[in-house]
């Protein structure tokens, strides 16, 4: 009995310490002050993620825009917005040390102190937030499949930066998934000694059986890095 009672206590503290945590990754540099930023410039996103897999740049346009929305909750930074990076982009004539840092990055994983540098000079600001996003995927299933469920997956990582030395202050990483609604409650068919479901879409018309949308997934890992940025105390 003993023993029992000991093997249901590791299962109960597995099922509640093992699941993964998110962020996955969270790393800060002990020189971060969160106190002593008084803006951070925020740069549209960088997508690691092969035109074939997002041929209309989805994981760009989405995460530009819930990211935009969930820091607009973060009442103790001041963020200044992506466009504001293009502005002064165009104004310092950096169009191809842009595209050079967002390749670099994207592959690498490298900053270009440089660009920064003269970034920095056009909008007096110190500190960068870089959005990268290096995982967007969905497994559509076949929704006559008895046995099988359709998910969307996606993984990105927010970066803040220095814009002076170059230094990485604060960078969380992430990656989360959503499966598709599942219901066994429906007329089958069998043929050739096979069970198929006979239909995937609802009395309304919507296919619940689908990967879920990548919006879902994406906000679920943009609260997660959002919420994870470090506080700054609140000052008289």
């Known amino acids: 009995m003993k023993k029992l009672m000991a093997v249901a206590f590791v299962l109960l503290a597995c099922s509640i310490g093992c699941k993964p945590a998110h962020p996955s990754k969270v790393v800060m540099d002990p020189s971060f002050e ?27 346009r989405i995460f530009n825009r819930t990211l935009a929305d969930l820091l607009t909750e973060r009442g103790d930074y001041r963020f200044i917005s992506s466009e504001q990076f293009q502005g002064a982009v165009a104004r310092g004539a950096l169009g191809e040390k842009y595209a050079a840092f967002k ?30 996003v290096y995982l967007w995927h969905k497994d559509e299933a076949d929704y006559r499949e008895g046995a099988t469920s359709s998910v969307t997956q996606v993984g990105a990582a927010l970066t803040l930066v220095d814009m002076g030395s170059g230094t990485i202050l604060w960078e969380a990483s992430d990656q989360n998934y959503k499966e598709s609604v599942r219901s066994e409650d429906r007329s089958v068919v069998t043929s050739g000694g096979i069970d198929r479901r006979v239909g995937g879409v609802t009395g309304t018309g919507k296919d619940m059986y689908a990967a879920p949308p990548f919006e879902d997934v994406a906000s679920m890992v943009l ?3 959002v919420g994870a940025l470090p506080p700054r105390a609140a000052t008289k």
């Open 34 to 60: 969160p106190n002593k930023v008084s803006g951070i410039l925020l740069a549209p996103v960088i997508s690691s993620i092969v035109e074939g897999e997002d041929p209309q740049r989805q994981s760009e």
């Open 223 to 225: 609260q997660s890095l």
């Open 103 to 132: 390749e670099r990055w994207g592959r690498k994983h490298e900053l270009d102190p440089e660009f920064l540098r003269e970034l920095k000079l056009e909008l007096n600001v110190e500190t960068l937030l870089i959005p990268h």
